[in-house]
């Protein structure tokens, strides 16, 4: 009898919420590797998958999980031997492929990338997509020019979470003056620590403004949409860039041209998922090149392991969660 191990498991789409399920390497996609996961991390993003409020998953079943670090057990690619220490993130994970919570899964070689250097499998996953996304926004920022240590604020805003959080230690290492913008009072010391200077009041940005505000952002990454980012780019100051990755305050933009015809304000878009390689391997050059133990452990808010995901998605989806929560799954 094949031995059966844990998972998470969304069912169809008529019970959207992931469930505890056992499963077997048999019931694993045909696909060339065969990867032990030993650690996940929990995103916002699988926070809605997790629960079943984002519907995230396009088809069922459907095992939820962005982030991979593990370990090859068996290979049919020349890329990875058994043995090999591996990350996986985005790629479409549990959206259209299965994911990360489950003790054993069977990868695609493209999806996969060996263990960047100088990070264990853990510190590689308090790091995971939203350390990529977050710097993957910061070298979009970077490479569009106009960013100047010399004068002037860099604003990030959902600066307690996952991407926010390395953003902030990104951008303060590579010696910005960064503003957080945060709705917690009580994460101002643990955001100083990672390098924030000034702080403003997310309510001030999540209410609507007037298309062409006083300008004070040289940049900004933003993680909330909706009406702040529409703050964030009337208040983003002449040729500066916004780079957006996330809708934690809704899909919508309630916003004007006026910025980008009036003071040529750019809107970078930042996807994580189908990123190209080229693009990943540079945000871990740039996360290797700048964070330090510290600030991993910093961010890093605690461990779980699959039996406590559901609760940690209800709280991460609340505003309950600071920082990053790694999961410990094989």
């Known amino acids: ?113 060996k263990q960047p250097e100088g990070f264990d499998q853990r510190q590689a996953m308090a790091i995971g997509t939203a350390g990529v996304t977050a710097a993957l926004c910061v070298n979009q920022l970077l490479a569009w020019g106009n960013l100047s240590q010399d004068g002037g604020s860099v604003l990030v805003t959902g600066a307690a979470g996952g991407v926010g959080s390395y953003a902030v230690a990104l951008l303060a290492a590579l010696g910005f003056h960064v503003t957080a913008s945060t709705g917690r009072a009580e994460t101002h010391d643990y955001l100083r620590r990672l390098g924030a200077r000034d702080f403003i009041d997310r309510k001030t940005l999540s209410e609507a403004g007037r298309p062409l505000q006083e300008e004070h952002w040289i940049g900004a990454v933003d993680s909330v949409g909706s009406t702040t980012l529409a703050n964030v780019l009337a208040q983003t100051v002449r040729d500066g860039a916004v780079a957006a990755c996330g809708l934690a305050g809704g899909p919508d ?61 209800e709280d991460i989806l609340a505003g309950k969660v600071r920082g990053r929560l790694i999961v410990k799954v094989a």
Not at 3 to 11: D, G, Q, T, W, Y
Not at 266 to 281: H, K, M, N, W
């Open 1 to 113: 009898m094949t031995e059966s191990f844990p998972a998470l498991l969304i069912r169809d789409k008529d019970h959207p919420a992931a469930v505890s399920a056992e499963l077997t390497r048999d019931d694993l996609p045909d696909l060339p590797v065969l990867v032990r996961v030993d650690y996940s991390s929990l995103n916002y993003k699988d926070g809605l998958s997790v629960t079943g409020k984002g519907r995230i998953a396009r088809r069922f079943p459907m095992v939820p999980g962005i982030d991979i670090a593990g370990t090859v057990v068996e290979s049919a690619s020349d890329s990875f031997q058994p043995g090999d220490r591996v990350i996986a993130t985005g790629s479409g994970l549990s959206e259209t492929e299965w994911g990360a919570f489950s003790v054993y899964q069977r990868l695609k070689p493209e999806w996969l990338m």
């Open 253 to 313: 933009l309630p916003a004007t041209v006026l910025p980008h015809i009036l003071r040529a304000v750019t809107l970078i878009g930042v996807d994580s998922v189908f990123a190209p390689p080229q693009r990943r391997e540079a945000a871990w050059r740039l996360l290797q090149n700048n964070l330090t133990p510290e600030h991993i452990d910093l961010v890093t808010a605690g461990e779980i392991d699959l039996q406590g995901l559901p609760q940690a998605a």
